[in-house]
């Protein structure tokens, strides 16, 4: 008897490739192991086939991978928040200083850094499925290890793993969306994204409180794993298992095809494109004689990932050490070395980590500065916000951390909102109106006065949050729209990595400014000068914005408009 099979629904992203198919031929004829002739189809496997392809065979299947992919971001980030809260009643039981468990939160960004450019490629030369598989796997083993921990030491090695498999999950699940959306409508699904980024936190700032009050901190990570679990089980069912054929991928995902040939993110055609490659045969997403570029850049990975992590611990010692300490300038001096070297490597290795051709296009390099400087400005201005309602204004720690919450909240709102908008706007506008909203919130803080109403601060507040809400899906796509499909991995990684530089230096400085004022960290005028260099860094997220190009829609989506930097 020929064995059965089903046929592969059109759009699906993965077919089975030949061990695969040789083996369900084999179990269908019964010349698997335990059959005699007979079909002996484990029914599980029988049962997560027709789902997995029903799904598949959706014409919202795009939508079916975002949600999946959502769900995982907010299993990994609901805690987020809630832990720094935590961290007092952490250390009294632990035994140890708040100081010292601040590395708790500093420490994941340097992993981070030094894992997200290997692991983004990584994603690019295998699977982003299986590089997001593992960063569940390695956020389940990282809350283990939190919840579980007898010391501070543990306690600081589990948060430093969790950075690496941050940059795993994160870099995969990013890939994954712009991977199955178009890239007229990614601005929409990075709105989504962005509701759950700012609003997993701020539901794990509510939930979790009464959880640390009543049954411990501890509980609060035990509480995380079924939520991965659930993340782990869609994202076996819906999500591509492989890379798909260049071709068949712009098909499903509306993107514009001329003859036979993927019309390029910079205008050429993806079958001219020596480092692209025809990779019809290439659907597993491994590396392939005919496809030399997916070599594994560890040179410029190492370099890189050294540049960044050197800058990083730079930016967060530099306050004790001082800005000009010979430690600070020292490390500063790695930081430049390596980059230096890391650009010198790219420009002459056949396989670079990150093509240096990207930076010389305006819609790669302008909304990645505008998203630095506008998480510069975000990031500095929430973490200096408790400080000055409780030293200045007399606020408690829990009303000030309740008012605070009114920034991402309207973050995470009017981001889905703003991404639906971009397509009618344009990402330009969307980015200069959340640019000057962010401005406007920072200018507001430094016309405080001693006794301000709560109405101004949460006006404040509200156009912190709407400003960054407006330009996130907008930047974020923008740059994603520039880049190979076979590189949203790296250049994924890259995003989140300049992303957490901003943040990084916008709490270093912005901090430092206030303490090293004259009159220290008890006067007013010290919190107008730090919001001050916050507005200044917001407008230049402004002028960025004013550089960008919108991402051409309808009829003109098969042909570019944009031109290289000069």
């Not at 994924?492 to 430092?512: D, N």
């Amino acid at each position: 008897m020929s064995p059965i099979r089903e046929p592969v629904p059109p759009g699906t992203h993965d077919e089975p490739d030949a061990d695969e198919r040789a083996a369900a031929e084999a179990i269908l004829a019964g010349s698997g192991t335990g059959a005699e002739g007979g079909i002996v189809v484990p029914w599980p496997i029988w049962f997560h086939r027709r789902l997995h392809r029903r799904v598949r065979g959706s014409d919202r299947y795009r939508w079916w991978v975002l949600w999946t992919v959502l769900a995982g971001l907010l299993s990994v980030n609901i805690t987020f928040t809630v832990f720094v809260v935590a961290l007092p009643k952490v250390a009294t039981e632990l035994h140890t200083s708040v100081s010292t468990l601040t590395w708790t939160s500093t420490g994941p960004l340097l992993s981070f850094g030094v894992a997200a450019p290997i692991l983004g490629k990584l994603g690019d030369l295998r699977s982003y499925r299986w590089l997001y598989l593992w960063g569940l796997v390695g956020a389940a083993v990282s809350v283990v290890l939190t919840a579980s921990a007898p010391t501070a030491g543990v306690l600081i090695a589990a948060r430093l793993f969790d950075g690496i498999q941050g940059a795993a999950t994160g870099a995969a699940s990013m890939a994954l969306v712009l991977q199955v959306f178009s890239h007229e409508d990614r601005v929409k699904a990075l709105g989504w994204w962005s509701l759950v980024g700012a609003g997993g936190p701020v539901l794990g700032v509510t939930i979790g409180a009464p959880v640390i009050q009543y049954l411990g901190w501890r509980a609060l990570f035990w509480g995380e794993l079924p939520l991965m679990a659930i993340a782990a089980v869609l994202a076996v069912i819906v999500l591509p298992g492989r890379h798909a054929d260049p071709l068949r991928m712009a098909s499903f995902a509306g993107r514009e095809v001329a003859t036979g040939r993927e019309v390029a993110t910079n205008g050429q055609v993806a079958a001219d494109r020596p480092e692209m490659g025809d990779r019809r045969d290439a659907g597993d997403g491994l590396s392939h004689p005919e496809s030399p570029s997916r070599k594994l850049d560890w040179v410029g990975s190492g370099t890189l990932a050294l540049s960044v992590t050197a800058f990083l611990l730079a930016l967060n010692e530099a306050p004790s050490w001082g800005f000009l300490a010979p430690p600070t300038l020292g490390v500063f001096g790695v930081s430049v070395a390596s980059g230096v070297t890391f650009v010198l490597h790219e420009r002459k290795t056949p396989h670079p980590l990150i093509p240096l051709r990207y930076f010389r296009l305006r819609n790669f390099v302008f909304p990645l500065g505008a998203s630095s400087f506008i998480n510069f400005s975000y990031m500095g201005g929430f973490f200096l916000f408790p400080i000055l309602m409780e030293r200045i204004y007399g606020y408690s720690e829990t009303r000030a951390g309740l008012v605070s919450t009114a920034r991402p909240l309207l973050f995470s709102l009017v981001a889905p909102v703003a991404g639906y908008a971009a397509v009618k706007v344009g990402e330009r506008v969307s980015v200069l109106s959340g640019a000057v909203a962010l401005t406007a919130s920072m200018v507001v803080f430094t016309q405080l006065g001693r006794e301000p109403s709560l109405g101004i601060i949460l006006l404040a507040l509200a156009l912190s949050g709407i400003g960054n809400g407006f330009s996130t899906p907008s930047t974020a796509s923008s740059a994603s729209n520039e880049v190979a499909p076979d590189e949203l991995g790296v250049m994924s990684a890259a995003q989140q990595l300049i992303m957490q530089i901003g943040i990084v230096a916008g709490i270093q400085v912005m901090v430092t400014v206030q303490s090293s004022s004259h009159g220290g960290v008890g006067s007013l005028a010290s919190f107008h000068r730090a919001y001050a260099v916050g507005a200044v860094v917001a407008a230049l997220a402004g002028v960025c914005a004013l550089l960008m190009r919108n991402t051409p829609r309808g009829s003109r989506s098969a042909t570019r408009s944009e031109a290289p930097l000069p």
